[in-house]
């Protein structure tokens, strides 16, 4: 069969780039495994292998990324880490303090990244001034995913404050739907306690609690009444829930099947993947009491100390490309986050993206930008474990009263700082 001429060609130039371009290999620790995050982690791929170089998959599926940080633990203790790992806020400051992480201040300088990031993400990068990680995008947590179809059959509005929720869901619970889908697993209860926290405390107090674990805050009535109010939360849910990923949670709101999911806007990337589109297959909207607050989540990679000049180059370009415009654009069009990088168009962004953008901005300069507490980027993984037992432990029981509930964060958190 005659290859067509262009293919030839196709195949000699990138015979030459691989050649030239030292084309090496890197091992990616990952955990996007859904739809709509295994759709992203490809778009780097597919740029790492355009550069000639060898992208070896290592995605360690469960949401939240818990699993995949036990795997990344025994192979590194064993000295055998990936090149690179998806690693995020404060855990970036162990890794590094343990040594374990190479310096990206030569790809950075070369790139500006100190001009093209803002601060508040430019600093979980760097270990003692210098760049170890690099970051992916940013993520809004604080968020409510609706179904409009069952809103509209229960006759409700999108609630607007918990106790509007609790009315709304109701509502919807005698209309004979399930108001709120949610998967039973640490992680996604820390993320729905989290938004009623935001919600109902406002970000001065969910900052003395998760970020300055103030025991005055988290010892306060707020707090009890915080968590009588999340644990009301519970009936709202189905019986099946328990275990449930939180993909599975967002395709129930997708097809119908429940009204509403508390979640960052990674389930939006499951929506986009469905073919569904913002403000009429779906509503987005800040969660409950939270809509001059923006909870951040940054992805990002972390970059391990590699042998050979060729692992070396690959790692460098993987560095580099995540930063540049086109990764930028195209994988948080697929994640449904908003890029780290300053600058970008916006114009292939939909209405949800447009409104984390215009509110990451906004909440940098009204004290409502918080790092969330259940993703990492508000305290260390040792605090966040402690109020994960705590939190999903008293969610899932019925003999811990709210009370009870207020010593035991408090007195887990004291023990874990
Ligand atoms: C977050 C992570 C997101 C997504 C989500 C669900 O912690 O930052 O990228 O993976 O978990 O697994």
């Not at 599975?248 to 990337?269: E, L, P």
């Not at 009429?280 to 909207?285: E, F, I, K, N, S």
């Not at 697929?334 to 990088?341: D, F, M, V």
Request: glycine share 10%.
């Amino acid at each position: 069969m005659k290859l067509a001429k262009k293919s030839v060609l196709g195949i000699a130039l990138s015979g030459l780039i691989s050649m030239g371009a030292q084309a090496g290999s890197v091992e990616v620790l990952h955990y996007w495994t859904s739809g709509g995050e295994a759709k992203s982690a490809s778009v780097l791929k597919n740029l790492l292998e355009k550069e000639g170089h060898q992208w070896e998959d290592f995605a360690v599926a469960g949401g939240g990324g818990e699993s995949a940080m036990t795997v990344l633990k025994s192979r590194a203790v064993s000295g055998n880490p990936p090149s690179a790992a998806q690693i995020k806020g404060l855990d970036i400051q162990e890794w590094a303090e343990l040594g374990f992480l190479t310096n990206l201040d030569k790809v950075a300088k070369k790139a500006k990244w100190d001009d093209l990031l803002p601060e508040v993400v430019s600093d979980v990068m760097k270990y003692e001034g210098h760049y170890v990680a690099v970051p992916v995008n940013v993520h809004r947590v604080n968020w409510l995913w609706a179904n409009p179809e069952i809103f509209k059959k229960a006759g409700v509005e999108i609630p607007k404050t918990w106790s509007e929720f609790i009315q709304v869901a109701d509502k919807i619970k005698a209309a004979g739907y399930t108001p709120l889908a949610h998967g039973g697993q640490a992680w996604q209860d820390a993320t729905l306690f989290e938004a009623v926290a935001l919600g109902e405390g406002g970000p001065e107090f969910y900052g003395k609690a998760f970020v300055q674990h103030d025991q005055a805050t988290l010892t306060s009535q707020k707090m009890t009444d915080i968590l009588a109010t999340f644990k009301k939360l519970k009936s709202y849910i189905d019986s099946d829930s328990a275990g449930r990923d939180w993909n599975i949670a967002t395709a129930m709101v997708i097809n119908g099947k429940a009204a509403m999911q508390i979640m960052g806007d990674w389930a939006k990337g499951e929506f986009t993947a469905a073919g569904k589109k913002p403000g009429t297959d779906y509503v987005c909207v800040a969660a409950p009491g939270t809509a001059d607050a923006f909870t951040f989540n940054i992805d990002s990679f972390a970059m391990f100390d590699v042998k050979g000049s060729d692992s070396k180059t690959a790692q460098a370009d993987l560095a580099r490309l995540i930063m540049e415009p086109s990764f930028q654009e195209t994988f948080n069009l697929n994640k449904g986050s908003i890029p780290a990088r300053l600058g970008m168009a916006r114009d292939k962004f939909d209405s949800c993206a447009h409104t984390s953008m215009d509110d990451f901005v906004s909440t940098a300069g009204n004290g409502g930008l918080v790092p969330s507490m259940a993703h990492g980027m508000s305290t260390t993984s040792a605090v966040q474990g402690a109020i994960y037992d705590v939190v999903t432990n008293y969610f899932n029981s019925d003999s811990i009263t709210a009370e009870q509930a207020t010593e035991k964060l408090a007195r887990a958190i004291r023990a874990a700082i």
